[in-house]
């Protein structure tokens, strides 16, 4: 198969890491776009790119593309990714791929009729790390999977213009952190949550500043998550089974985990990958994806992660303005 041709649009620190990591993978970028015109120029001078849209939408219709990153704002990536898939681009997107369910399932149903593969950039799909400790879940040497808690806390100065308490840039904790969390509960849980609760402290914008959240699925496994982004936390999370409990920290793209195994007491360190290939991983298994193994993307889980975050925010009764 010949070489998958990239391009990325936005230009910002997402942008620069795909360029990064796609040399890593001994490649580079073929074509860039922004809504400023100047700071894609910029980028590819930067990365040696050799193809800058004077007009970004033209990356949409470039038959030299394969393959789009979007790496815009959330509220952007269902308009960019129906117009990729329209003419046959595949499409990876940063987290959270979409706003809400229903904009995602259109996504899928377009992606299946025009035979192209979409994927979320989510690192914790990709990381070796988790690979490996499902092989280790599956052994059965912990047993089953009965709880997992999770935090993830950054502390964000009150600057009501930047994205992250946007409402109009579809802000809030939920999208920008909580996807996170909750896709590795879905990693390591064996069905989608089918019941939730939880709480919500919004932010003087009307976002989520601060979230806790109970999840439940018909297994049994029970999970809780706790969320801000005006309180730092660790970046932990924890799987306990049966016999005995995985640790993990910086978990977005970990590369060591710590098993603690309770009858013994004895500890083991399990470390794989490195925490600055993830977005190297990442590209790797979207190029996997295309070439026809599509699951390695985990679009379902993806699925059921959108599904869990628009039924939170149902409950909140927060909707950005593309929703009302």
Same mark, same amino acid.
């Given at each position: 198969m010949r070489e998958i041709r990239w391009a990325v649009l936005g230009t910002g620190v997402i942008a620069n890491e795909m360029a990064a990591a796609l040399?890593?993978?001994?490649?580079?970028? #073929?074509?860039?776009?922004? +809504?400023? $015109?100047? /700071?894609?120029?910029? =980028?590819?001078?930067?990365?040696?790119?050799? &193809?800058?849209?004077?007009? =970004? *939408?033209?990356?949409?219709?470039?038959p030299d593309i394969d393959v789009i990153y979007i790496t815009t704002p959330h509220n952007? *990536?269902? %308009? =960019?990714?129906? $117009?990729?898939? +329209?003419?046959? &681009?595949?499409? !990876?997107?940063?987290?959270?791929?979409?706003?809400?369910? #229903?904009?995602?399932?259109?996504?899928?149903? @377009?992606?299946?009729? *025009?035979?192209?593969?979409?994927?979320?950039?989510m690192t914790i799909y990709h990381m070796p790390l988790y690979k /490996? !400790? +499902?092989?280790?879940?599956? #052994?059965?040497?912990?047993?089953?999977?009965?709880l997992i808690t999770m935090n993830f806390g950054s502390f964000k100065d009150y600057d009501m213009s930047n994205r992250f308490f946007n409402r109009k840039?579809?802000?809030?904790?939920?999208?920008?952190i909580g996807v996170y969390a909750l896709s590795f509960i879905r990693y390591f849980m064996s069905s989608k949550p089918d019941q939730i609760l939880s709480q919500? &402290?919004?932010?003087?914008?009307?976002?989520?500043?601060q979230a806790g959240l109970l999840l439940t699925n018909s297994d049994g496994q029970m999970a809780s998550v706790m969320l801000s982004l *005006?309180? /730092?936390?660790?970046? +932990?999370?924890?799987?306990?089974?049966? /016999?005995?409990?995985?640790?993990?920290?910086?978990?977005?793209r970990a590369w060591e985990a710590v098993i603690t195994y309770t009858e013994s007491g004895e500890k083991e360190v399990v470390k794989v990958g490195e925490h600055a290939d993830a977005l190297a991983y %990442? @590209?790797?298994?979207?190029? $996997?994806a295309i070439g026809g193994d599509a699951d390695c993307m985990y679009l379902s889980y993806t699925k059921d992660v959108m599904d869990l975050m628009t039924e939170f925010r149902k409950e909140w009764g927060l909707k950005y303005p593309e929703e009302e």
């Amino acid at each position: 198969m010949r070489e998958i041709r990239w391009a990325v649009l936005g230009t910002g620190v997402i942008a620069n890491e795909m360029a990064a990591a796609l040399k890593k993978n001994g490649r580079n970028i #073929s074509a860039v776009g922004n +809504r400023t $015109q100047e /700071k894609a120029v910029a =980028f590819a001078e930067k990365y040696g790119i050799e &193809k800058v849209y004077d007009d =970004f *939408h033209e990356m949409f219709i470039d038959p030299d593309i394969d393959v789009i990153y979007i790496t815009t704002p959330h509220n952007t *990536h269902i %308009e =960019f990714m129906k $117009q990729a898939i +329209r003419n046959g &681009k595949h499409v !990876l997107v940063e987290k959270s791929i979409t706003l809400n369910s #229903s904009e995602l399932e259109e996504a899928i149903a @377009l992606a299946k009729e *025009h035979g192209v593969v979409i994927g979320e950039a989510m690192t914790i799909y990709h990381m070796p790390l988790y690979k /490996k !400790l +499902r092989e280790i879940l599956n #052994s059965g040497k912990l047993g089953k999977v009965n709880l997992i808690t999770m935090n993830f806390g950054s502390f964000k100065d009150y600057d009501m213009s930047n994205r992250f308490f946007n409402r109009k840039l579809a802000g809030g904790a939920m999208l920008d952190i909580g996807v996170y969390a909750l896709s590795f509960i879905r990693y390591f849980m064996s069905s989608k949550p089918d019941q939730i609760l939880s709480q919500m &402290k919004p932010a003087p914008t009307g976002v989520d500043e601060q979230a806790g959240l109970l999840l439940t699925n018909s297994d049994g496994q029970m999970a809780s998550v706790m969320l801000s982004l *005006h309180s /730092k936390q660790p970046k +932990r999370g924890m799987v306990s089974c049966e /016999k005995g409990y995985i640790e993990i920290m910086e978990y977005p793209r970990a590369w060591e985990a710590v098993i603690t195994y309770t009858e013994s007491g004895e500890k083991e360190v399990v470390k794989v990958g490195e925490h600055a290939d993830a977005l190297a991983y %990442e @590209l790797a298994d979207m190029e $996997q994806a295309i070439g026809g193994d599509a699951d390695c993307m985990y679009l379902s889980y993806t699925k059921d992660v959108m599904d869990l975050m628009t039924e939170f925010r149902k409950e909140w009764g927060l909707k950005y303005p593309e929703e009302e």
